[in-house]
């Protein structure tokens, strides 16, 4: 089946830092990606949506300035969230729909991304 | 209200017994159903998908649908203790949206050996 590949799985960086997330779709092409966040015991909550060759579409409340969201090729999307702060630690998770001739249109999330911010 | 409820749970059932799980949604406009299982710290895996009223069975795993209603559940039978986690329910938006999909507040299971 279809792959997403997140990284990195878990990372931990002082106030103030950027931290860069990748989400690659291994085996099929992404036009479009979703960035979702979670933090414990809540559902997740969609961020953005990413779109190869555009800008990304933000949900409200999320502050595009903050959240980077670059998606530079049909297999790759990235998240950049700058000048983290304690209140941004949370569990990042990237999904992709494969919308290839044969493919399910399915959503395939990514691992997942532990954010924690000292 | 919220697009997508669930029950949070926690929800016990002994080993082998039958876990029942529900969701409501308010777009009526909502064609695709989905539920994803996610263990703690990990990414949701999907399970199950529904398109249309009545069951539909996979294995241990039945979803229901009622659009009526707006209603949709999800049955675990013969539940295992390694089925214990968040139980996701998620709602596609209906054709045109730039979103994909709304998910609950998750249903937290916990099977009792």
């Known amino acids: 089946g279809a792959v997403v590949s997140q990284h990195p799985s878990r990372v931990i960086c002082k106030s103030g830092t950027s931290v860069k997330i990748e989400c690659r779709s291994l085996d099929f092409q992404a036009t479009t990606m979703f960035w979702y966040r979670q933090f414990p015991k809540q559902s997740l909550m969609l961020m953005a949506t990413?779109?190869?060759?555009?800008?990304?579409?933000?949900e409200q409340g999320v502050e595009k300035d903050k959240f980077l969201i670059n998606h530079a090729s049909l297999t790759l999307s990235t998240l950049t969230v700058t000048s983290a702060h304690p209140e941004d630690s949370s569990f990042y998770i990237c999904s992709a729909r494969d919308r290839s001739p044969g493919g399910s249109e399915k959503l395939f999330f990514g691992s997942g991304t532990q954010l924690s911010v000292l | 209200q919220k697009e997508v409820e669930q029950n949070s749970g926690p929800l016990s059932v002994p080993e082998g017994a039958i876990a029942s799980l529900n969701c409501t949604y308010s777009?009526?406009?909502?064609?695709?159903f989905f539920w994803y299982r996610q263990y703690s710290g990990k990414s949701p895996e999907l399970i199950m998908s529904?398109?249309?009223?009545g069951d539909k069975e996979d294995g241990r795993f039945t979803a229901q649908l009622n659009k009526a209603s707006q209603y949709v559940s999800l049955l675990i039978r013969d539940s295992q203790p390694s089925d214990s986690a968040t139980y996701l329910c998620a709602v596609k938006h209906p054709t045109g949206s730039a979103r994909q999909l709304t998910f609950g507040s998750g249903t937290q299971l916990t099977v009792l050996p």
């Open positions: 529904i398109y249309s009223n």
């Open positions: 777009d009526r406009g909502s064609q695709s």
């Open positions: 990413s779109n190869e060759g555009s800008k990304a579409t933000y």
